[in-house]
């Protein structure tokens, strides 16, 4: 007869952490708080610059979470522009401001500014804001103003005024980190730094790629790329060559795949979501389970690969079965 085998009993499962809440009124301060502390030199200065710049400060006071000093101002509009390294303007949402404004009535949503170093202010959040009202041809936009020019980058971060699509966001996280690397007094920060900001160390790459080519398909690939590029620790003006080489990459990918879909129209297909089938049957990765990897795999490797996939890839062995399952999970072509 023969012996059963014993099992191993189960570990049991960790226990969950609980998030501890703040208790409510324990964080920041108090109304009184807010309105009465004295002013900082650096809030003076602040103030000085925008009086400079033919503002005028409304109040100063400290924020209640965090205590820091801002100056309501109200800021001549052709002195207040939007941060360079931004997402590009939309002018469907503009226009959409532009419309609702004047039915209201009048503007209660006050751009976020920091002093720029040519007397005036850029905002990392009002671009519609300052485009609507310029075109209704506006003088003066009330802002709060800060005197941290690096928040700028932090709040873009942040920025809840337009949902971001891929390209949005990468073409932004190019820009601030070609913005870090220019500026002297930033010069020996790496992307490791600034993580917060950029959010995602495959976005610089991605990015690169829509800087090249307005056209290129970043979502077919952002799940490649993100397994793959880690925070770099160099200085910002070295990691952007390396990034440089794995757009280019990532570009010389995106022909191989693209002449793979044009083999794919030849043999009779015409969805949109064959770019994403030839990207997901020449992933090296496409098994490779989340928190499985003792490092991240190599880009280089890994994109040549795909590379050497693409080159080879048969449209014979795909099915419309397959194209029907791509078009209900979704991700077509940008």
Same mark, same amino acid.
């Given at each position: 007869m023969a012996?059963?085998?014993a099992t191993a009993p189960k570990k049991a499962a960790a226990p969950r952490k609980r998030k501890v809440k703040a208790e $409510?009124? /324990?964080i920041g301060l108090s109304a009184e708080e807010v309105a009465t502390s004295s002013p900082t030199a650096e809030i003076t200065k602040l103030g000085k610059l925008i009086t400079e710049a033919g503002g005028h400060v @409304? /109040? /100063?006071?400290?924020? $209640?979470? %965090?205590g820091h000093w801002v100056a309501l101002?109200? @800021?001549p509009i052709d002195r207040v522009k939007p941060t360079p390294y931004q997402r590009e303007l939309s002018k469907a949402?503009? =226009?959409r401001l532009a419309t609702v404004i004047p039915k209201v009535g009048r503007f209660l =949503? $006050?751009?976020?500014? &920091?002093p720029d170093d040519e007397g005036g202010f850029i905002s990392p959040n009002g671009m519609h804001r300052l485009s609507a009202l310029t075109s209704l041809g506006a003088k003066t936009v009330v802002a709060l103003v800060m005197p941290e020019p690096e928040i700028a980058f932090r709040i873009l971060a942040l920025n809840t005024e337009k949902a971001h699509n891929l390209k949005d966001k990468a073409i932004e996280v190019i820009r601030m980190s070609r913005a870090i690397a220019a500026d002297p007094k930033r010069a020996g920060q790496s992307e490791s730094d600034v993580s917060f900001e950029l959010e995602q160390a495959s976005l610089v790459t991605i990015g690169i790629c829509y800087e090249k080519n307005a056209r290129f398909s970043g979502g077919a690939y952002n799940s490649v790329v993100s397994k793959c590029e880690t925070w770099s620790t160099d200085p910002m003006k070295k990691s952007l060559v390396l990034r440089e080489q794995h757009a280019d990459k990532l570009l010389e990918l995106d022909e191989a795949v693209t002449a793979a879909v044009g083999r794919l129209k030849e043999s009779g297909?015409? /969805?949109g979501y064959l770019k994403p089938i030839v990207v997901a049957r020449v992933n090296p990765l496409r098994f490779l389970k989340p928190g499985k990897e003792d490092a991240a795999p190599d880009f280089d490797k890994t994109i040549d690969k795909m590379i050497e996939g693409a080159k080879k890839f048969d449209p014979s062995k795909i099915r419309a079965q397959d194209v029907a399952i791509a078009?209900? &999970? %979704? %991700? %077509?072509?940008?």
């Open positions: 012996k059963a085998k $409510p009124g /324990s @409304l /109040s /100063s006071y400290r924020e $209640p979470f %965090g101002a109200a @800021l949402h503009a =226009d =949503d $006050p751009v976020i500014a &920091v297909f015409t /969805s078009a209900a &999970v %979704g %991700g %077509g072509e940008e």
